[in-house]
């Protein structure tokens, strides 16, 4: 543990987190500060990219190509294949960097992670730029996706330097303390559907913490982790303490879980695979002195209910936002709204009149556009195949099509009707279709909500207290929103986690997360 007058000296010094600010791209200065990211980043399409494992590059011949989902035919970036050699090399550089990073003053952590931050700020709309072309976000998504990311690195460089100042009671005759020691070598396996975001917050908790890992990115999104690594190499991120892995997730990803020199997993993605993780984890190699940890976030089937007490302006806004934001490819994503039958008909005609004026379909480099295309072809034949199961289950009343244009385009679809064990009312199609659910009354709504394997995010719009009293007991998520979309956590205010085969409520962005990368030792001294 450092002085704690040095740690408090750093921290007033900083002064208190704020969420960073979205930018307001209606103001022409910030649209024209885009365009220009826009342009910048085009002029930058197709450079190969390698590996980096103990601060040495590794240039493959064996490559893969990111894309445009928008245009197919574009490639983003050209990215060495890693393979288990590669994968066991990044292990031994991450074990051989912990014996230095782990004993570096948390101060000096902290430093180097906050001006990370500085600099991922002052390229926003570059980091920005590269998500509208490499996952098809639109200007606000990827804004508010480069906005998460600078807040997890301020908000996690402050929260280490409060762990060092965390004081346990004294006994007469001893000097005690309770110290949070870093676990060793981490796999950072992030997903692509918010490729800066938790691909920092992940990476970035663990490394502050002390620890060392190997940051495995997600094949359709390497890009933006690349430009990340990046920015922690040019903050003063000593060689070794992230090692940079690109590759096929079964090769690569099953190397680093398995290893006996991993002491843990930070993992977002499907419940298929965080399964899988949790699985493998649990199974003791030979030299392996510790039990892994696994910290996962598998995603949702979230809903939106609405009573009949409910704003129905806002609430169709609020199950639009949340069903169809990112083309609803979120854990997060309100993929079912329930309704109560007194105001089921009258919520319905809203959302589809809402619907028709603001999903608009098409190039997310164009502002104007609100949903653009999924991330590949693959999700796009998954989510048609649902629609499919959708309309043998409910009504179509809005989109489900796929448009004939370049890109993996799909209208959004919204079925009523649904019936609550329905098949796209159960799993998580991470697509843009919504499931709309008539409930009896409030309780019934709440019930349904509760009625699948997950338990991430939901949101309860009504009225009356004693209602939002009994949902704040009973419906049955890690994040509940009243009054409001199911969407848009803010670091430091929503910790963010969920329950059930969502995962293992990690609360990314709150005051307990850095404690899963840490190990606490009590120490008792005696005096005289």
Same mark, same amino acid.
């Given at each position: 543990?450092?002085?704690?007058?040095?740690?408090?000296?750093?921290?007033?010094?900083?002064?208190?987190?704020?969420?960073?600010?979205?930018?307001?791209?209606?103001?022409?200065?910030?649209?024209?500060?885009?365009?220009?990211?826009?342009?910048?980043?085009?002029?930058?399409?197709?450079?190969?990219?390698?590996?980096?494992?103990?601060?040495?590059?590794?240039?493959?011949?064996?490559?893969?190509?990111?894309?445009?989902?928008?245009?197919?035919?574009?490639?983003?970036?050209?990215?060495?294949?890693?393979?288990?050699?590669?994968?066991?090399?990044?292990?031994?550089?991450?074990?051989?960097?912990?014996?230095?990073?782990?004993?570096?003053?948390?101060?000096?952590?902290?430093?180097?992670?906050?001006?990370?931050?500085?600099?991922?700020?002052?390229?926003?709309?570059?980091?920005?730029?590269?998500?509208?072309?490499?996952?098809?976000?639109?200007?606000?998504?990827?804004?508010?996706?480069?906005?998460?990311?600078?807040?997890?690195?301020?908000?996690?460089?402050?929260?280490?330097?409060?762990?060092?100042?965390?004081?346990?009671?004294?006994?007469?005759?001893?000097?005690?303390?309770?110290?949070?020691?870093?676990?060793?070598?981490?796999?950072?396996?992030?997903?692509?559907?918010?490729?800066?975001?938790?691909?920092?917050?992940?990476?970035?908790?663990?490394?502050?913490?002390?620890?060392?890992?190997?940051?495995?990115?997600?094949?359709?999104?390497?890009?933006?982790?690349?430009?990340?690594? %990046?920015?922690?190499? &040019?903050? $003063?991120?000593? =060689?070794? #303490?992230?090692?940079?892995? !690109?590759?096929?997730?079964?090769? @690569?990803?099953?190397?680093?879980?398995?290893?006996?020199?991993?002491?843990?997993?930070?993992?977002?993605?499907?419940?298929?695979?965080?399964?899988?993780?949790?699985?493998?984890?649990?199974?003791?190699?030979?030299?392996?002195?510790?039990?892994? %940890?696994?910290?996962? &976030?598998? $995603?949702?089937? =979230?809903? #939106?209910?609405?009573?009949? !007490?409910?704003?129905?302006?806002? @609430?169709?806004?609020?199950?639009?936002?949340?069903?169809?934001?990112?083309?609803?490819?979120?854990?997060?994503?309100?993929?079912?709204?329930?309704?109560?039958?007194?105001?089921?008909?009258?919520?319905?005609?809203?959302?589809?009149?809402?619907? %028709?004026?603001?999903?608009?379909? $098409?190039?997310?480099?164009?502002?104007?556009?609100y949903t653009g295309p999924v991330i590949s072809q693959k999700q796009q034949r998954t989510v048609l195949n649902y629609i499919e199961i959708g309309k043998g289950e409910g009504r179509l009343v809005y989109g489900g099509k796929a448009l004939e244009r370049d890109g993996y385009f799909?209208?959004?679809?919204?079925?009523?009707?649904?019936?609550?064990?329905?098949?796209?009312?159960?799993?998580?199609?991470?697509?843009p279709v919504l499931a709309i659910i008539k409930a009896d009354d409030w309780k019934h709504a709440i019930a349904i909500a509760n009625g699948t394997e997950y338990g991430l995010t939901g949101a309860y719009y009504s009225a009356i207290p004693e209602r939002i009293a009994f949902a704040r007991r009973e419906f049955h998520v890690g994040n509940l929103y009243i009054n409001r979309k199911c969407t848009g956590a803010l670091v430091?205010?929503?910790?963010?986690?969920?329950?059930?085969?969502?995962?293992?409520?990690?609360?990314?962005?709150?005051?307990?997360?850095?404690?899963?990368?840490?190990?606490?030792?009590?120490?008792?001294?005696?005096?005289?």
């Amino acid at each position: 543990m450092q002085d704690k007058q040095t740690v408090q000296a750093m921290l007033a010094q900083i002064g208190e987190f704020k969420n960073e600010p979205l930018t307001n791209f209606v103001q022409p200065d910030n649209a024209a500060a885009f365009e220009a990211a826009l342009a910048k980043v085009r002029g930058e399409f197709g450079q190969k990219h390698p590996l980096v494992i103990g601060g040495k590059e590794l240039w493959l011949d064996d490559t893969f190509d990111s894309i445009n989902p928008a245009h197919p035919d574009q490639v983003v970036g050209v990215f060495s294949k890693a393979g288990k050699a590669h994968a066991e090399q990044a292990i031994e550089a991450a074990a051989a960097a912990f014996e230095t990073w782990s004993r570096t003053p948390a101060t000096a952590r902290a430093a180097i992670i906050l001006k990370a931050a500085a600099l991922m700020r002052a390229r926003k709309h570059e980091c920005s730029a590269w998500m509208v072309y490499e996952e098809g976000k639109n200007w606000l998504e990827a804004d508010a996706d480069t906005a998460e990311a600078i807040d997890f690195l301020e908000y996690y460089a402050r929260q280490i330097l409060k762990l060092e100042l965390v004081e346990v009671y004294q006994t007469p005759g001893e000097r005690d303390t309770l110290d949070y020691l870093p676990l060793g070598v981490g796999a950072v396996i992030p997903p692509w559907n918010f490729p800066a975001a938790i691909t920092v917050g992940m990476s970035s908790g663990a490394i502050v913490a002390g620890n060392t890992i190997v940051l495995k990115p997600a094949s359709d999104a390497p890009k933006i982790a690349w430009e990340y690594f %990046r920015i922690l190499r &040019e903050a $003063g991120l000593p =060689d070794g #303490v992230c090692n940079y892995l !690109t590759g096929p997730g079964a090769l @690569a990803g099953e190397t680093l879980v398995d290893h006996p020199q991993t002491r843990f997993i930070a993992f977002t993605g499907s419940r298929e695979v965080g399964v899988r993780i949790h699985e493998r984890a649990a199974k003791l190699q030979p030299g392996q002195h510790w039990l892994k %940890r696994t910290i996962l &976030e598998m $995603g949702g089937k =979230d809903a #939106v209910v609405v009573d009949e !007490t409910a704003d129905l302006d806002a @609430a169709a806004t609020g199950i639009l936002v949340s069903a169809f934001g990112f083309q609803g490819q979120k854990c997060s994503a309100g993929s079912r709204a329930i309704i109560v039958a007194d105001v089921y008909d009258a919520l319905l005609e809203k959302i589809v009149a809402q619907a %028709r004026r603001m999903l608009v379909v $098409g190039d997310p480099e164009k502002r104007e556009n609100y949903t653009g295309p999924v991330i590949s072809q693959k999700q796009q034949r998954t989510v048609l195949n649902y629609i499919e199961i959708g309309k043998g289950e409910g009504r179509l009343v809005y989109g489900g099509k796929a448009l004939e244009r370049d890109g993996y385009f799909i209208e959004p679809a919204i079925f009523v009707d649904v019936p609550p064990d329905a098949r796209i009312a159960q799993e998580e199609i991470f697509g843009p279709v919504l499931a709309i659910i008539k409930a009896d009354d409030w309780k019934h709504a709440i019930a349904i909500a509760n009625g699948t394997e997950y338990g991430l995010t939901g949101a309860y719009y009504s009225a009356i207290p004693e209602r939002i009293a009994f949902a704040r007991r009973e419906f049955h998520v890690g994040n509940l929103y009243i009054n409001r979309k199911c969407t848009g956590a803010l670091v430091g205010i929503h910790p963010f986690g969920g329950f059930n085969m969502s995962g293992t409520d990690s609360k990314a962005g709150g005051p307990d997360y850095l404690l899963l990368f840490t190990q606490a030792k009590s120490i008792g001294e005696k005096l005289g």
